[in-house]
Nanobody, 124 residues
Framework: QVQLVESGGGLVSTGGSLSLSCVASGNIFSLNTMAWYRQAAGKERELVATITSGGATNYADSVKGRFTISRDNAQNTAFLQMNSLKPEDTAVYYC??????????????????WGQGTQVTVSS
């Protein structure tokens, strides 16, 4: 079984910074694209940023130039550095990863795994 555990959320003032971490653990054969999503109260979950195993990144327009996604493949960890935070960045942030692991029938498959989420609150 594979788990993603996020950490680093909290309360910050407008213009401040926070850094989120996401650690993947368990029976991992391959850790492919990792991503951060967020869901604000009353809104749908939206993609924030993605990073491939090779390090290629992609960002939502709303966070370009302010957020940076990175990863440490040796540590099975993804990071999200958030700078110049705005109140509209307030949300629960979720880590997501496509993980190659073994199914219950011992077949190697890709699974889409989610973390439990971490709250980020930006005060005005």
């Amino acid at each position: 079984q594979v788990q993603l555990v996020e950490s680093g959320g909290g309360l910050v003032s407008t213009g401040g910074s926070l850094s989120l971490s996401c650690v993947a653990s368990g029976n991992i054969f391959s850790l492919n694209t990792m991503a951060w999503y967020r869901q604000a109260a009353g809104k749908e979950r939206e993609l924030v940023a993605t990073i491939t195993s090779g390090g290629a990144t992609n960002y939502a327009d709303s966070v370009k130039g302010r957020f940076t996604i990175s990863r440490d493949n040796a540590q099975n960890t993804a990071f999200l550095q958030m700078n110049s935070l705005k109140p509209e960045d307030t949300a629960v942030y979720y880590c997501n990863a496509v993980v190659g692991t073994w199914s219950e029938t011992d077949e190697l498959e890709d699974f889409n795994i989610w973390g439990q989420g971490t709250q980020v609150t930006v005060s005005s």
